[in-house]
């Protein structure tokens, strides 16, 4: 058994199938990512995640999560979340009245994810409302990044009370830039100084507090010529060494378009997986690709073990244990205990 299992994959269906079984048993396998596609009622949910912690008791079953326009899980009793832009200007009418709203945000959406086997969802967005960024949006809480920092804190704060860790995203900032990284390699070309006191500066606040960070599959040229998710530079010197950083770095999706052109050539998923692991990231997630026969998925799985033993990245037992820190400490209430527990209740109340 390795002594890592950094790759994050989907699946096809809101099914297992079988192909799904074996890759959920790769030991590289560390995490599962669902999207709305796995979605058909609450019952289902439960089903699928009973099923995949039946093939892979320790693995990390993980989504997308935030509210507004990026929230999976819509119908059957889930509770629409507000898009976080939403927090922010009910801060600039009364502060505190924000932050509790906030932490009723993340409250209500971890405990009701939990409630169907979801142990974590990527989870705040750290960048800044520049905006310019149509992808980022009215994802992001504020411009001001000390806004940012203390309605992130506060949702966070209520991640932490449903049992359910955080993800800080996407850094150091992806909301200067108008290029969607999905489609295109995005390239800011600020100062690194600039970057660090605005952009970045509330992982370096929120130190203490995130348990995992996603950087931007974005070009930061003044900085390095690598995106920052593939950057030793950002993930390394500045993310851990400069901010102390000190939990679980996920790349972003290894499917979208900022992250397959590297050094002017275009790098299969594995070597950008391996690329990515050696620069840093504890885990790597590729998106989407298990639809139809999902050859791509089974070529990252056999491909980052050739990676490997090549000699391209180095299996760490330090990221697995960052990795097993993310699954949640405490077992989940059921849906109908959730319904009856005051302070769930108490929490709806208090969303904006």
Not at 311 to 324: A, K, N
């Amino acid at each position: 058994m390795i002594a890592h299992a950094p790759v994050v994959l989907d699946i096809a269906a809101p099914t297992l199938s079988a192909a799904d079984r074996r890759r959920l048993r790769h030991p590289l396998t560390g995490g599962l990512v669902l999207f709305a596609r796995h979605w058909v009622d609450r019952r289902q949910l439960i089903e699928l995640t009973t099923a995949i912690r039946r093939e892979r008791p320790d693995i990390l079953i993980c989504v997308d999560h935030e509210g507004g326009r990026v929230q999976r899980f819509r119908s059957d009793g889930f509770t629409h979340l507000p898009p976080m832009r939403a927090l922010g200007e009910l801060w600039m009418k009364d502060p505190l009245a924000a932050t509790d709203a906030a932490t009723a945000c993340g409250y209500v959406l971890a405990s009701e994810l939990r409630a169907c086997g979801v142990d974590f969802s990527f989870t705040p967005v750290l960048d800044l409302d520049f905006g310019a960024s149509g992808v980022i949006g009215d994802r992001a809480f504020h411009r001001d990044p000390r806004v940012v920092t203390l309605l992130a804190k506060s949702l966070m704060h209520g991640l932490l009370l449903a049992g359910m860790g955080n993800c800080g995203k996407h850094f150091p900032g992806h909301g200067f830039v108008k290029a969607d990284s999905h489609v295109a390699v995005p390239v800011d070309r600020r100062p690194l100084k600039k970057i660090l006191d605005d952009d970045a500066l509330p992982y370096g606040a929120l130190s203490t507090s995130l348990v995992s960070v996603m950087p931007a599959h974005v070009v930061y040229a003044k900085v390095d010529p690598r995106p920052a998710g593939f950057s030793p530079r950002w993930l390394q010197d500045i993310l851990r060494g400069q901010l102390g950083f000190q939990g679980a770095i996920f790349s972003d999706d290894l499917s979208m378009e900022g992250a397959r052109h590297l050094d002017g050539g275009t790098l299969s998923y594995a070597e950008a997986a391996a690329q990515a692991l050696a620069a840093g990231c504890d885990m790597v997630l590729l998106c989407n690709q298990s639809l139809g026969a999902g050859e791509a998925v089974d070529e990252l799985l056999a491909g980052l073990q050739q990676q490997a033993e090549a000699g391209h990245w180095q299996p760490d037992p330090d990221s697995e244990q960052r990795r097993l820190a993310l699954l949640p400490p405490t077992p989940p209430l059921t849906w109908d205990e959730l319904m009856h527990q005051p302070a769930y209740q108490h929490a709806l109340e208090r969303l904006p």
